[in-house]
């Protein structure tokens, strides 16, 4: 069993930068790919990037690549997500979840993640 808590979330104006946190209990943290997802009042949630246990292997939406950077610390149980250059259509409730037996390349399907986080707020003003 996994659970997972976010922070980090706040407001901020566009060109700016937020990094988002997501804490781990559970001693197989290491063994999870772990994702982050987001929401936007209306629309369906989407992917936005993810890293393979080993925290070798990363995979990023079009929307955010080179913008943003995932990354985890296996000691600590954390997952972050930096952002920089946030856009307005960057703002929604950002999601931190883990799954564990596929490939980081099906990593933005939705149903194969079995631990959710409850989200965090990322509101970006023009």
């Known amino acids: 069993q996994v659970q997972l808590v976010e922070s980090g979330g706040g407001l901020v104006q566009a060109g700016g930068s937020l990094r988002l946190s997501c804490a781990a209990t559970?001693?197989?943290?290491?063994?999870?790919?772990m994702g982050w997802f987001r929401q936007a009042p209306g629309k369906e949630r989407e992917f936005v990037a993810a890293?393979?246990?080993?925290?070798?292997?990363?995979y990023y939406a079009d929307s955010v690549k080179g913008r943003f950077t995932i990354s985890k610390d296996n000691a600590k149980n954390t997952v972050y997500l930096q952002m920089n250059s946030l856009k307005p259509e960057d703002t929604a409730i950002y999601y931190c979840?883990?799954?564990?037996?596929?490939?980081?390349?099906?990593?933005?399907?939705?149903?194969?993640?079995?631990?959710w986080g409850q989200g965090t707020q990322v509101t970006v003003s023009s």
């Open positions: 890293i393979a246990y080993s925290g070798g292997s990363t």
């Open positions: 559970g001693r197989t943290f290491g063994m999870y790919v």
């Open positions: 979840a883990a799954g564990r037996g596929f490939s980081i390349l099906r990593s933005r399907v939705t149903r194969l993640y079995d631990f």
